[in-house]
């Protein structure tokens, strides 16, 4: 079993992960714009600005994956539950990245923050000689976690 983080965004999909592809050391292995699906019965028409929306993005960073595509414009008849209720922002969770050193943590979570809210500091804790809690400029929720041990 794998879980797979995917995440939405508000017509700045194709940015955001071309960014986390070059902070994670990534590569896009899949890309679709709405405008690439093929026509289907039930579809609606789409608009210009609609069809270069990200339908489906797949970035792999070694073994792990995340995935993501663009919220549809809201649509007024539709509820903000459904699928074309627009974009949401995120609530209620974090992406937690587990790295192996503090200055890879340093570096992932300075690439994290440029531009965006830092909740928590980067910094040593009981638990860890490198956490970080940061909102990235794309709303994208992050902690930041080295995972070797803090020396007693």
């Not at 200055?103 to 910094?123: H, S």
Request: glycine letters at 12%.
């Amino acid at each position: 079993m794998q879980f797979i983080p995917y995440l939405n965004f508000d017509g700045d999909c194709a940015e955001a992960m071309a960014f986390y592809a070059q902070l994670f050391g990534g590569q896009i292995l899949h890309q679709m714009r709405f405008g690439e699906m093929p026509p289907g019965e039930n579809m609606p028409p789409l608009s210009d600005a609609a069809k270069q929306r990200i339908m489906h993005i797949h970035l792999q960073v070694g073994a792990q994956a995340i995935m993501a595509s663009d919220a549809m414009p809201a649509d007024p008849s539709q509820t903000s539950d459904s699928c074309g209720g627009g974009y949401r922002k995120p609530q209620g969770l974090w992406v937690s990245i587990g790295v192996d050193t503090q200055a890879e943590g340093q570096r992932v979570f300075d690439g994290l923050a440029q531009g965006g809210q830092i909740a928590m500091p980067y910094m040593a804790t009981f638990w860890s000689p490198g956490f970080g809690m940061v909102t990235d400029r794309f709303g994208t929720p992050w902690m930041v976690n080295v995972q070797t041990p803090q020396p007693a």
